[in-house]
């Protein structure tokens, strides 16, 4: 950690300031420059709060060197995690396919695609049961009954299944009834839905909220870590920027700078990132060519009747055909796919 | 709403869409452009998804003419709302200011602030029990504790308080102990949580999310007003932008804008739309002269020790001496304050 | 267009705003609406400036139905534009390479990286002569003299120059001494430049300016088309968003975007959109797998001794190895390379 | 400046690059942590390549502590600059507003306009001649004719003009006809512009760009001050961001920021802030409230048939009572107007 200090600060409140951070078990470090002088600081910062050194008197700026999460930290733990899934590889190179409809509908509608997707390739069925809407009016999921119908899908076959959670109250059903636990967008920084998935053993999709950065997304998985509970894959869904053609931008450059600083899969959702079918395919291209550890795209029987997100979903035909290019792509870049 | 078809969509589909559109109760209104056509739906449209019709074969574009929220709308309920908590009025003229530490830390000091800034005619104690705190290891708050310290300080001071809840389960305690229930920003897509609080007929103190547009602002007040409650505050605290300078880019005009829209209060946290102390002096007098409702400002007896927040509170020194110039400037602009 | 109402505008007004519409040689269609009233605008109306609308008396939105671009609308060009740089050609399902340094700094410099980057297959050789800098204190480059390198670079390798022009009076010099013009993101609506360049018939490489929706990067190709010259390259390098850890978010969706939208070629910059050396190896593959015509590289013999883009800068050797992994991708995807 | 070195750097490298900053004349400060070591940097920095240093082996990361920026940084500068045009002072606590249409249409409209905004108190005169229009096909202003009609209003009313340069190729033209040269948002990083504005002695109302840093702002105004005109006045016109209600985000804390950093006029531009005219009046307070220097407010004397940027152009009427209004805040803020 470096604290700038404003000009002129006067040498007895430096030392005082220095000090304080002393009685803190760390070390410390003086350099006098031309205008503004700094304070180095050393040991273990990820604890120190940042907010506190800034309220100090005559501190101008701090900032951090050390990243301040440490158990989804690559420099900590330099291998990959691989998250075992009822036998599916998430991560380390394999490369995994996790599709579905946007929402559960009925039994018929869940029955068709889970055979569909299966049949092209796809490993892990995703599949809505609460679902997060902006407008109150709109259809909020089967709930419950959605999620007894993805447990028949899962019978049916064989597929592990990926839902998401909306609230604390639920992680003890879900624990039971699902494989993967996804956190949505909007639950991102949703800390106690996070601190009460920590205590689980349950692999966790976290995607990335609409507006966090890179640092703020490592920060909600070591919540979820720092409880416990270190099998979570993380998930780019787009942000969101200016640009309003597509519904967010889709942050591909995110996908190896988070390999880089953690060890933790990375998947990518095509579908979301832009809200338009006809895009999912060369994102998902994108995605596996920018070396994302897999995807998860929204596939739905009929689009235009689909309860929720039909825009943004695939026909089984169209995700069939993009299954077998993928394969060859892979083929090209060494992937196990 | 209106819905742009694509170029050459053949004659047959374009009924079929139409049929399917009366089906939903509504009229259709078919115009042929020269390369674009377009169908203009009229009716309640608030209850028809958006993406659904964009889901349909040969839909280009669909643009909702009416807004989705109707209970929030200031075209269905022009006069504005007005909110009593304890006596005090929020909305319809009046200028309120909230003010407090950030984070709840003790007796004495909750106390110290409590007095200070009902000196200097701040009306509502804010004081926050359970923190939302980026990382896992930063301090979370006093949780229960604080809460019985903020009613101890209201019981002294006799001003009614305001803290943040971050959890369904706690909406009865909280309908039970506070007086104005804060939703903070990452929350304020917390569906779950918005519903609980519906059911109840606390007011509720609704920050804008960081990257919420101020339709998705107001949807999210629709959430808790659909639900049956309709004492809802809305509070601007700046959002993220590409600037980093301030810690969010407080959108000023989002006050005038939702005073438009909304007959819904709408107040200014001029603390956390930056980070900086120093600036929540201007800020604070360009909310009041563009028409805020009101303020919600930190304040703390020693920034330099706060448990959190420092950078950004007031001591009760410079709070005081910028109430005494909001009083003046209130008298130039006709507000009640 | 069609321009929305607002609420209770008098019968009287309504009809005075059509008259005014229909005496611009366009028709109108009035649907009256349950709360909102809408007027569909047919005919060509890329010419009618929205705003003029806007402000017409109770005109509360306009929106457009037709793209304001025309000659680079892909609607009224569906073949896909190929331009030919002595003999090269860009577009059309070709993959085109240009690379080279940021900026060119002396003869000896030049010629290393254009005959190491000729060596690994790169067509077209970029360099800086006149750079846009931030700070006036920064390298400016060789400017006239950098010129006369990159043409002796030409001259020894055989490979067509593209470097960057920054003023208007200087449009005659490069016509006569470049083979593609590049227009900078920081000058993509420099009107007076572009209009200067639409008088030429040379090749231009337009980069999409940093918080420039696809709308407005269409539109400043059409200024250059409007003037008559048709050979416009697009280029996407990066935006700007709120994520910091990146210079720019590489919005790798624009690329299918263009495409669909228009006829011209697309390229992207992976060196400018994440100003991370280790970064352009991904990106460079993931904007081959989404569709892009080809790539912008910087490359350096000596990155920790360059005069400017150091740290985005590759090796030869890593340049050579991509290339590589390039051609084994494109060979999967179908790719002319 | 900071050097943050990879972990595990050897020992030998680091003394290498300790080396070869100290042969910059600068001094260093070599400090080990638990993970990362840093190097302070010593000296005047602000001529040193940032990239250059990021770019030499084992950087992580370099961080600026000294602005690099230094005509325009108050540090330096600490008394506000104050511009003196015809008698009209600009900044040091004066509050100047300049108004008028946005483009130049006619001798009439001009006349009116001009006639109109003096009476209510305005002491500048705006007007357009050439316009950036994002379409190649909307109306670019009158150019020559429209300067010579502003010559002759200035003439009749004795108000100084500002009018916006968007060549090079204009420079002296507008030194001799103009008494402020206004550089738009588009061109705020067209350096090849800002530097022969440098070369004069003419004030400088420089926009800041749409999608522009505090400190790139100061970095363009530096451009011109470096060049030997210290005469310039920084202008906030709202930003780009996220939201589409409004047509940019107005930035109102960069004008303390600004005021803090830089000892330049900082005004505030109420009108393409938001892109409606409604907004202009509760703005034009916040911005006098929140401390700018003055305002720059387009009025149209027939909103709806001006040639541009009619929904944001306030009437004479609307403008006096907005004028009237700023008085009485202005004596209550202490402020000379």
Not at 97 to 115: D, F, H, L, T, Y
Request: hydrophobic content about 40%.
């Amino acid at each position: 950690m470096i604290i700038q200090l404003e000009v002129n600060t006067p040498e007895k409140d430096i030392q005082e300031l220095i000090e304080k951070i002393n009685q803190k078990g760390l070390h410390t470090n003086y350099v006098v420059g031309d205008n503004h002088s700094i304070i180095g600081v050393i040991g273990d910062t990820s604890k120190v709060d940042l907010e506190e050194i800034e309220a100090q008197k005559h501190v101008a700026k701090v900032m951090r060197v050390q990243e301040p999460y440490k158990k989804a930290n690559r420099a900590f733990h330099p291998d990959n995690t691989i998250i075992d899934v009822n036998g599916i590889k998430i991560g380390g190179g394999n490369f995994v396919v996790m599709s579905g409809p946007c929402s559960v509908e009925s039994k018929e509608q869940i029955e068709i695609v889970a055979n569909a997707v299966k049949t092209s390739g796809s490993t892990i069925l995703r599949g809505g049961a609460y679902k997060p809407r902006t407008s109150p009016y709109a259809f909020q999921g089967l709930e419950l009954e959605g999620l007894e119908l993805l447990k028949l899908a899962r019978k049916a076959t064989g597929m592990p299944i990926v839902t998401e959670i909306m609230s604390p109250n639920l992680v003890e059903k879900f624990v039971e009834d699902v494989d993967i636990i996804q956190v949505g967008a909007r639950n991102m920084q949703n800390f106690d839905l996070l601190k009460e998935l920590g205590k689980t053993q349950k692999p966790i999709l976290l995607k990335r909220g609409l507006s966090a950065t890179i640092e703020e997304f490592l920060m909600s998985a070591e919540y979820i870590m720092a409880g416990g509970n270190s099998n979570v894959i993380l998930c780019e869904r787009g942000i969101r920027t200016y640009e309003t053609y597509t519904r967010n931008t889709l942050d591909i450059s995110a996908v190896p700078v988070l390999k880089k600083l953690s060890h933790l899969p990375v998947i990518v959702d095509p579908s979301h990132a832009t809200g338009k079918s006809w895009l999912v395919d060369p994102l998902s291209k994108a995605a596996m060519a920018v070396g994302a550890d897999g995807l998860m795209i929204e596939v739905h029987n009929d689009p235009a009747n689909a309860l929720c997100d039909g825009p943004q979903s695939l026909t089984p035909e169209a995700f069939d055909k993009l299954m077998k290019e993928l394969k060859v792509l892979a083929k090209a870049l060494n992937i196990d796919f």
